[in-house]
């Protein structure tokens, strides 16, 4: 699906990302980690732009429409599906059938309740998973999500991945959640500043290799590769 | 479909948009129910004539203009002597602006616009220099007042309370120095207005473009119009190199060294092509004006000496009779015609507003180029004063309610769509949006709307100050019974119409601030910077 050879990008004169070369096959669920600052959303954007038509996309800052219902901003993630008039008519009054389709979603995501009130009254995490909902509503192959549950709960975080990654067949997310990466994904990428660090299937993954990706805090590792 | 589906497909919406959808729907409705009352005569025969002919003035302006170095020396004097004393005196009254009465007073000066201030001022001084600034300073100090307070208030106090001194320390520490962009941002605005307000106190003969202008216009030399009008846009869009905090008081200075604020005209004799009167102030000036604006039936029986008992029911019966026949014959058509004309004005202000931001919206226009193309359509349209629009307009379609609405909506369209176009360029939107116009009504209307309905209601009140100047090209608004008024020198009727006016206006500034109190919209601050902008 992807396939990038001595990739190189800068923001003016800083290099964000040197030398990376990868390779994303079909089917895989890719967790890519690391710091602050090491590349990891330039990444994320960078596998966008080579296909904007065939990506499902969860950035990171939701921008989702604050006055808009929950039910309005995730069916505007199948806008270019539908003609013009039919987005406007859906918009003043919603079909019924878009309604159950969106509907059918946000049950998945524990959203039901939530799917008639404008974004800017519910929380940080209902707005976190409607973003979510926005990505999966596209009928896409690919799901690419920058840290798409980093404001829920431990027993949400793995049912909601586990909802994206039986629903997409290529999946690539962005972790800071390390025992996340582990627990659901195959395959997980190390950055640090700009250059892949290891690039390994979670069984091969060892506790080096982590503790040079987040070389700076004080994350228990002993406990995540129990 | 699940019963459980069913249900919560019944259930309402809950939206923070709902009263940013009552308050269009109001507006709405009130439109068509004016709509009956519209009147479209289009009175010229052969309007295509006269558009030919403002065509080859626009294709081929005529810059050899007697007097013209005057006309735009005098148009920025009074805008820059105007606006330097407003500041000072609206910065005064903005620390006293928490006592009611002075908020009133405030309220009164600015209702009254620009153009009846001059025509006051003008019994008083003549046509002076005096009566040039003093008809800009006292409404533009009022409207000085309420925003440096409102600036004031809306700037957090967080520090002021945490700072320990006295109010002026803690004044000049916390509030003063967060307030401050704000206020010199504003003031660049305001000295755009006043440039425009100068340009209209032409048409009523004091010696600015505007004068000019409306020479020019009523004897169809369109080339010389266009000229003015290019090198006014070019005054206005070129303010920001020669308008800074360094070049403003010498530039005051030189002004009132030039033509200082007197009533004293011996400077001005320079002008040929003016009617400048040589008339000094003199008490009796007051005296005769208090004199003139008595209602006529008091005037009378001040000169009877004579006062038996006879003689005090029957003023009050001729005094009621005066003012019956005036309510019935100008102020009840006028408030009809000005407020017909206001909401007409207001709907087309927002309606082309909402159509014209997406021209300097980076979200829909992708190119830079397109987008200054746009910028310098928008900024044009909103330089030219609504008075200059209007008159345009009407030679184009005739005497009847449509040159004004065009006139005042397209200039108030621009400036709103300016506005919003700007605000829309804060935001931030996401990669994976769809097309122009799915992006428009679902992306950014429903982001900016809450600030879009705010700058138009801001407008509004602006508006119906507008529409009733508009009577002095005759349009039967309140302005026109107003300049009829005075140019039969029936300086009692004149003044009663203004003072309704003025009632008019605050009407429509307490109810705009409750809809947009009602509205509550959840600003950002840079938006609510830009809101600076609109105001009045």
Known sequence: MFKLENLNLHYGKKAVLSNINLEIKEGESVAVVGESASGKTTLMNHLYKLRPNQVA??????ALVPSLSAFHNIYAGTLSEHRFLY?????????????????????????ESALKTSVDQLSGGQKQRINIARAMIQKHAIFLADEPVSAQDD???????????????????????????????????????GKILFDEHVSNVTKKQLSLVYSHHNTNLENLLV | ????????QAMPFITSAKPMWQSSLFFIILTALCLPFLEFDIALTSPMNELKQMFLGLVQPNFMIDGIMSAFVHTIVFAIQAV???????????????????????????????LFWA???????????????????????????????EIQQETTKLNYHQIKGSHFSRFIYSTLPLAWPRLSSYCRYRL??????????????????????????????????????????????????????????VLFLFSVIWLPPTASTDNTSELSHTEFEESKWQVENLNRFIGDITPAPLKKTANVEDTNSDNIAKPLHELWQWFYSLFETQILPGIGYTLLLGQFAFALSAISGLLLFPILSKHMIKRKYYRNVGHFALTSLRCLPELLLAFIALIILGPSLLPGILAIGIHNGALIAHLVGLHSNELNLRKDTSSAPNTYFFELLPRIYGQFLSFTLYRGETILRETAILGILGIPTLGFFIDSAFEEFRLDRAFLLILVSAFLNIIAEALATRCRKHIHTHKPSRAVSSLTLIRN
Not at chain 2, 1 to 8: C, D, E, G, Q
Not at chain 2, 207 to 225: A, M, R, S
Request: glycine share 6%.
């Open chain 1, 155 to 193: 027993f949400h975080k793995v049912k909601i991945i586990k909802t994206i990654t039986s629903s997409f067949n290529t999946c690539v997310f962005v972790f800071h959640d390390l025992d996340l990466a582990l627990t659901c994904c195959q395959r997980i990428i190390g950055l640090a500043k």
């Open chain 2, 192 to 249: 755009e207005c006043a440039l425009r307000a100068s340009v209209v106190l032409g048409f009523i003969g004091l010696p600015t473009i505007g004068f000019q202008l409306e020479g020019y216009l009523k004897l169809g030399h369109y080339h010389e119009v266009a000229a003015l009008i290019f090198l006014f846009i070019g005054l206005v869009l070129s303010m920001r190199f020669w308008v800074n905090r360094f070049t403003l008081p």
């Open chain 1, 87 to 111: 987005n406007l008519r859906n918009l003043i009054r919603p079909y019924p059938h878009e309604y159950e389709k969106v509907e059918r979603i946000a049950a998945a995501l524990d959203l």
């Open chain 1, 57 to 62: 996309w969860c950035p990171q800052d939701e």
């Open chain 2, 1 to 8: 479909m699940s019963k459980a589906l069913r249900t919560n």
């Open chain 2, 119 to 149: 025509l006051i001022l003008i019994q008083l001084f003549g046509l002076t220099t005096l009566t040039g600034v003093l008809a800009l300073v006292i409404p533009f100090s009022a409207t000085f007042a309420r925003v440096f307070s």
């Open chain 2, 84 to 114: 330097v004393i407003s500041v000072v005196i609206g910065f005064f009254f903005a620390q006293l602006y928490a006592f009611q009465g002075i908020r009133y007073l405030m309220g009164f000066l600015r209702s009254i616009h620009e």
